[in-house]
């Protein structure tokens, strides 16, 4: 089964309008260079750059993405902003349950599978991130954290087309530190099998599984050859044009 590779930026917090814009600009040029790339590409800045980084990619095949948002549509809800909000200024995807999102905020399962559906309902695609932590993983509970956060997190109306997986272990997350290329195929195999169950072999197939933590231009290759790795989730290295690109060259894109 085929899928495309995707390569994710997720700049975090991170961005004032001048760096942000020529980061967005630098990506931009690098892309249409390409062509025909054979990945599809997506940024996903701070809530404050997405419009004027939106302007900056017109022309490149890179998709624009928040890195999270409400499970309303609008309301009492302050300092939030909603999917149609994020569908309104030119956003095609939402990142939906980061390890910082889910201990800086407490988000449990629940409250991002909700956020989920209302995404979907919205016409935005999610990537919905699972992982674990580092004393999860040394007592071996890695394939069994991530199953509970696929089946709590994910919602029913997830497919292929409106729904990427990314598996980051928390760990791994800007430390340098990453599991080896075999560990990462586990999970991503396991988590696929889980997929099966909940939403159909024939979704699970087709969905895309990242891998997220530490992903850098010389570790690119070794990651994304893998049979169920389909793509990256990009955190520090998103933040360099050249880096970002390069993962993304090495990646086969
Ligand atoms: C992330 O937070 O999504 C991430 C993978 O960060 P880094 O690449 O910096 O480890």
Redo the contacts with the bound molecule.
Sequence with gaps: MARKKLIAG?W?MNGLTADGLALAKGIAAEVKALGKPQCEFLVCPPFTLLSAVKKSLRGAKVALGAQDCHYDSKGAHTGDVSPLMLTDIGCSYVILG?S?RRADHGESNELICKKAISAHQAGLKTVI?IGETLEERDSGQTIDVCSKQILGSVPESATAANTVI?Y?PVW????GKTPTAQDVEDVHAAVRKVLSKKLGKGNANKMRILY????KPSNAREFLSLPDVDGA??????LKVEDFMAIAKNSGC
């Design positions: 997720n975090k980061h910082e991130c990314a980051e791994a997350i800007g430390t997220g933590g530490s992903v989730l990009i955190g520090g290295a998103s």
